[in-house]
């Protein structure tokens, strides 16, 4: 098993692109969740979706959107990048949301 | 509201010395969840433990032991005769078992412990 796999590892973006966060897994597991790091902050909670075709908002959902078409696949969509968003994302995955495994992580910086 | 307070922001020992890394939450729920993870530098979360908080016998695995203390909202974790490897920064979570988005991990703001040769 790969775990859980995000792609890219590392992206820089000008302010106004769009760009889409990949994150698969092959443990097939229901819950699917996106976090995003930044220092001195801790992880927050984006987006989560609990099976394929549900997902709901996490604590800082603004300026990202997210869908769930297969089990495997949850991507992350920046629609118009902004400095604020420059951060490490995590994409998650579990049986249930409080038992996660995370993935290697992406590091988005944008100018 | 789920809160995690890791009121330790950084950490300097020397190799082979205890530390201990102090976690204190709250939550309004009985029934929940209380984890601990580690990021090395190269960045992935590594999960070390999940406590639920109807167990509060004290855990240890090798160097590593937990201390839960419901009377006091804590779940400490010691790291015993430290080495340079266990260099990294430490989360404490929290989530509630009520199910959908109160699952949520909550995450505190992490510590960063440097053990020095």
């Known amino acids: 098993n790969a775990g859980v796999t995000q792609t890219p590892k590392f992206q820089v973006l000008k302010t106004g692109q769009s760009m889409t966060l990949q994150c698969a897994q092959d443990m097939n597991h229901e819950y699917m969740s996106w976090y995003r790091q930044d220092p001195g902050m801790g992880l927050r909670l984006i987006h989560y979706?609990?099976?394929?075709?549900?997902?709901d908002q996490g604590e800082v959902p603004n300026g990202y959107n997210v869908s769930r078409s297969t089990t495997e696949d949850f991507p992350l969509r920046l629609l118009s990048a902004a400095p604020s968003q420059t951060s490490v994302y995590f994409c998650?995955?579990?049986?249930?949301?409080?038992?996660?495994?995370f993935g290697p992580g992406t590091r988005l910086t944008v100018l | 509201a789920q809160k995690v307070t890791q009121a330790q922001t950084e950490i300097s020992v020397v190799e082979k010395e205890d530390v201990t890394l102090d976690c204190v939450y709250e939550?309004?729920?009985?029934?929940?969840?209380l984890f601990w993870y580690k990021q090395p530098p190269s960045g992935e979360l590594v999960f070390l433990i999940r406590?639920?908080?109807?167990?509060?016998q004290n855990e240890i695995s090798g160097r590593y032991s937990w201390n839960f203390q419901k009377s006091t909202s804590s779940f400490n974790f010691t790291i015993t005769a430290s080495q340079v490897v266990d260099s990294a920064v430490y989360f404490c979570?929290?989530?509630?078992?009520?199910?959908?988005?109160?699952?949520?991990?909550?995450f505190g703001k992490g510590i960063t412990l440097s053990v020095r040769p």
């Open positions: 406590r639920n908080s109807f167990d509060e």
């Open positions: 939550t309004r729920d009985t029934t929940y969840y």
């Open positions: 979706s609990v099976g394929a075709g549900i997902t």
């Open positions: 998650a995955s579990g049986q249930s949301l409080h038992t996660q495994y």
């Open positions: 979570a929290l989530s509630e078992a009520r199910g959908g988005a109160n699952s949520k991990l909550t």
